[in-house]
T-cell receptor, first 112, second 116 residues
Framework: QQQVKQSPQSLIVQKGGISIINCAYENTAFDYFPWYQQFPGKGPALLIAIRPDVSEKKEGRFTISFNKSAKQFSLHIMDSQPGDSATYFCAAHTGTASKLTFGTGTRLQVTL | DTGVSQDPRHKITKRGQNVTFRCDPISEHNRLYWYRQTLGQGPEFLTYFQNEAQLEKSRLLSDRFSAERPKGSFSTLEIQRTEQGDSAMYLC??????????????FGSGTRLTVV
């Protein structure tokens, strides 16, 4: 049972453009929504995260938008750079289980 | 080194052999997690420890898998009688206990297992 659905599977964006990745969840017990960035051969690295009592969080070029009623959240990467080319995973945390449920990932390629 | 260390980075084994992976978490983190990631998928939870206690195990963790964290520091994940379906990246992560709020994990670089 996939509890976090992520789209698109892959994304090609020109340098300087905006990359947008979307996720939807089902379990209303989720209480923390992080985004992870993963480069080939490396483990995922925490990029930015949001809690459900906030509708938006911005850190540098990265912004999470969160819609609690729709049970959706998205990652926006402004002024995308070639160094942002990586796989991005959304995830959701349940407090009682202390585990993360990950989406299937979005492979982002930023072209020159 | 303040990160999560995993050893080995790569392991190739023949079907039916046993393998053991090691994880050294960030020293002040008392929670330790194991995840498995197959190609093109997100990581899937396997098990987690708080100090030396194993508090939850996923149904993915068949009886061929066993994890330990004997002194609440490093952890080992053993797979007995490996099968080709066990081929994956095995990720370890750690986090501190910070009261009621969760602040995410720090992942290691993983151990890539190939069963031939």
């Amino acid at each position: 049972q996939q509890q976090v659905k992520q789209s698109p599977q892959s994304l090609i964006v020109q340098k300087g453009g905006i990359s947008i990745i979307n996720c939807a969840y089902e379990n209303t017990a989720f209480d923390y929504f992080p985004w992870y960035q993963q480069f080939p051969g490396k483990g995922p690295a925490l990029l930015i995260a949001i809690r459900p009592d906030v509708s938006e969080k911005k850190e540098g070029r990265f912004t999470i938008s969160f819609n609690k009623s729709a049970k959706q959240f998205s990652l926006h990467i402004m002024d995308s750079q070639p160094g942002d080319s990586a796989t991005y995973f959304c995830a959701a945390h349940t407090g009682t289980a202390s585990k993360l449920t990950f989406g299937t990932g979005t492979r982002l390629q930023v072209t020159l | 080194d303040t990160g999560v260390s995993q050893d080995p980075r790569h392991k190739i084994t023949k079907r039916g052999q046993n393998v053991t992976f090691r994880c050294d978490p960030i020293s002040e983190h008392n929670r330790l997690y194991w995840y498995r990631q197959t190609l093109g998928q997100g990581p899937e939870f396997l098990t987690y420890f708080q100090n030396e206690a194993q508090l939850e195990k996923s149904r993915l963790l068949s009886d061929r898998f066993s994890a330990e964290r004997p002194k609440g520091s490093f952890s080992t994940l053993e797979i007995q009688r490996t099968e080709q379906g066990d081929s994956a990246m095995y990720l370890c992560a750690s986090s501190p206990v910070t009261g009621a709020l969760f602040y995410g994990y720090t992942f290691g670089s993983g151990t890539r297992l190939t069963v031939v």
